[in-house]
């Protein structure tokens, strides 16, 4: 099953080749200075990540953009020019114009108010079912990756299902059932997402139980859970804050995808995906409606990719461990 | 070898009964009759009893999931609600589109992933690699959907150089494949470049240099030898994610392949449809993936077998 690891992400190819490795100097350093410390202590995590955004321009770029579409988003009802629900019917497909900068739509609604409103809906789903999916995910990956034997084979099995699917046909699947609505792209992202993030905790857990710290904390009677919460968990952080990161720009654009197909969010709650499938019928006579919120999309998902591809630079020495 | 071929996919069997299991309770328990959907409103609850008796509805969960499997594995996935029609001869008439419009693109995403990641590699940290990195993320992070509206729109709408959608000759293939290719092409790119940066560290580069053998041959003869051996099977995962993937694209394209079939289901509620479908889709994808699997093991006899 090495092959399957190694397929997954970086992160987990990381994960999976410390394994066998000994433990890297630093570490064996920490772990002889007092059996209670863990490998990697949380000051370190952030001045790494601080110093990546200091060097890498682009990824500091990224997080200003991101940052940017959450004020967007939180101040969306003081921002916004009009309500992006009343239709006036007499401006329906007007063009962009300084009254309305990204024009209407077929019901007259303002498309910028609406696309403000929509980071709302994007940032939630940025957000919501990557914690709901990553929580799972570490939970049931530490338990399989600690106890091993019957857990460890139950959830991993359980898991390799989930991942056989192609993960769009699957949400796909889970929106037919549920049917279609924001809170049920919650459901349907958390049930496709937990599996990969549970196959790279357990990895690491297993290399980790291994590690000297681990053993002396064992001998010293310490309790499962606190080993598994105190000890393991922490020095998980590192792959957890770059799955985290990169998790999030996945979900929005599957949110997107669903959407597009209209069994996503539906009218009339707004989402940029929802939008760019009701302009669809209107691509050649007005344009604007279909390419603006493609764009909104384009750049808030890349923020995100170039984010998370800064991160993971700043994370490599630890994800090597 | 052979004990691990057989071990490989004796592993993927209980995997595919999983995933037929999983998608059948998924799909099963959905709220509404599939009698009611079948014949619409006003029919009398007694014809109901006899056509969910008929069709085995009244079945424990378990029985109706034994018998869809007996027949699955026939080839008989049922009939459509909808079309009233074999649902496994509406699955081959699909097939062909999605799998000539996969390879295509996997044909895109190779032609332009392997020599973006080469040219990266040897022009590491320069502006050329920076900018072909920015570009192979910005394929990971477009819609899909809309990257395909924009070309309809200015391709086949503004300078009217290609069909906005249809499958009846290869022009009309050329946008879903270069939509659908476009994302692969950007990993595929970032594997050959991490792939060959790893390579080049090692002592065989280092001989072929001091040999006096130019920096291109160094790459090309000895390097690259060895850093196409994960990106091989990582082609072959491709391949089974453009598969999945292509639901999008047919849907944008008009091309009636199996994607647009698994919409349809949903659009009307089919469920045979949707479930014969996704399971036909699913398992090729689990083939595909244990086809990478071996290949890689094939081509480099380091790995080892446990």
């Not at chain 1, 699917?165 to 549920?178: E, I, K």
Request: aromatic fraction near 10%.
């Amino acid at each position: 099953m090495k092959l399957d690891d190694n397929k997954l992400t970086p992160s987990a190819a990381g994960a999976g080749a410390g394994t066998g490795a000994e433990a890297v100097p630093d570490a064996a350093l920490y772990a002889d200075e007092d059996a209670d410390a863990e490998l990697l202590d949380d000051d370190g995590i952030f001045d790494h990540l601080k110093s990546m955004l200091r060097k890498n321009k682009l990824a500091a770029f990224s997080l200003l953009v991101i940052l940017i579409f959450a004020g967007a988003a939180a101040l969306a009802p003081l921002i916004a020019p009009y309500n992006p629900n009343t239709p006036v019917l007499s401006e329906r497909f007007a063009p962009p114009s300084l009254a309305h900068w990204l024009g209407c739509d077929e019901l007259g609604r303002d498309a910028f108010s609406r696309l403000l409103y929509g980071t709302r809906v994007s940032m939630m789903i940025g957000l919501v079912p990557t914690t709901i999916s990553m929580v799972f995910g570490t939970l049931l990956g530490l338990f399989a990756g600690y106890y091993g034997g019957k857990v460890d084979f139950t959830i991993m099995r359980f898991a390799d299902i989930v991942l056989a699917f192609p993960s769009l046909l699957l949400a796909m699947v889970v929106m037919y059932t549920l049917g279609g609505s924001l809170m049920n792209i919650f459901i349907a992202l958390s049930i496709v997402k937990w599996a990969g993030t549970a196959r790279v905790i357990r990895a690491q857990t297993m290399s980790l139980k291994e590690k000297e710290f681990v053993e002396a904390a064992r001998s010293m009677g310490v309790k499962r859970w606190v080993i598994m919460f105190r000890h393991i968990l922490p020095n998980c952080i590192p792959n957890l804050i770059v799955l985290f990161t990169l998790n999030i720009p996945e979900s929005i654009l599957s949110e997107s995808s669903l959407s597009f197909l209209g069994i996503g969010a539906q009218p009339p709650s707004t989402s940029w995906g929802l939008m760019v499938y009701r302009s669809k019928s209107y691509l050649f006579s007005q344009p604007w409606l279909a390419i603006a919120p493609g764009v909104v999309i384009l750049i808030f998902v890349l923020a995100f990719n170039f984010l998370g591809d800064g991160v993971r630079d700043a994370m490599d020495p630890y994800l090597k461990d | 070898m052979a004990r691990y071929v057989l071990k490989r996919v004796l592993i993927s069997i209980p995997v595919l009964v999983g995933v037929a299991l999983i998608l059948f309770l998924l799909l099963n328990v959905v709220p509404g009759d599939p009698v009611t959907m079948m014949m619409r409103e006003h029919i009398k609850p007694d014809l109901i009893e006899i056509f969910r008796e008929r069709m085995g509805l009244n079945d424990p969960v378990l029985v109706r999931f034994g018998k869809y499997m007996l027949n699955a594995l026939h080839g008989d996935f049922g009939m459509s609600y909808k079309l009233r029609r074999d649902i496994s001869e509406l699955i081959f008439q699909a097939f062909p589109q999605t799998i000539k419009l996969t390879i295509y693109a996997a044909l895109v995403a190779w032609c332009i992933g392997i020599p973006a990641g080469i040219i990266s590699a040897i022009k590491q940290n320069t502006l050329i690699d920076r900018s072909f990195m920015a570009f192979s993320l910005m394929g990971v992070s477009l819609p899909v959907f809309w990257a395909g509206l924009l070309m309809q729109y200015v391709f086949a709408f503004k300078l009217s150089l290609l069909p906005v959608s249809g499958y009846y000759s290869i022009r009309h293939y050329i946008m879903p494949s270069i939509v659908l290719g476009w994302s692969s092409a950007g990993s595929i790119a970032r594997m050959t470049r991490s792939n060959l940066l790893e390579i080049m560290k090692n002592d065989f580069i280092r001989t072929a240099r001091a040999k006096g053998l130019k920096e291109t041959s160094v790459i090309l003869g000895h390097a690259l030898k060895n850093a196409m051996l994960p990106v091989v099977t990582m082609m072959a995962i491709q391949v089974s994610g453009l598969l999945g993937g292509a639901v999008m694209t047919e849907s944008i394209f008009g091309v009636p392949g199996l994607g647009v079939l698994a919409i349809d289901g949903i659009r009307y509620r089919d469920m045979p449809l949707l479930q014969g479908t996704i399971l036909f889709t699913t398992v090729i994808v689990i083939a595909g993936n244990l086809i990478a699997d071996l290949l890689y093991s094939v081509l480099d006899p380091r790995i080892r077998y446990e």
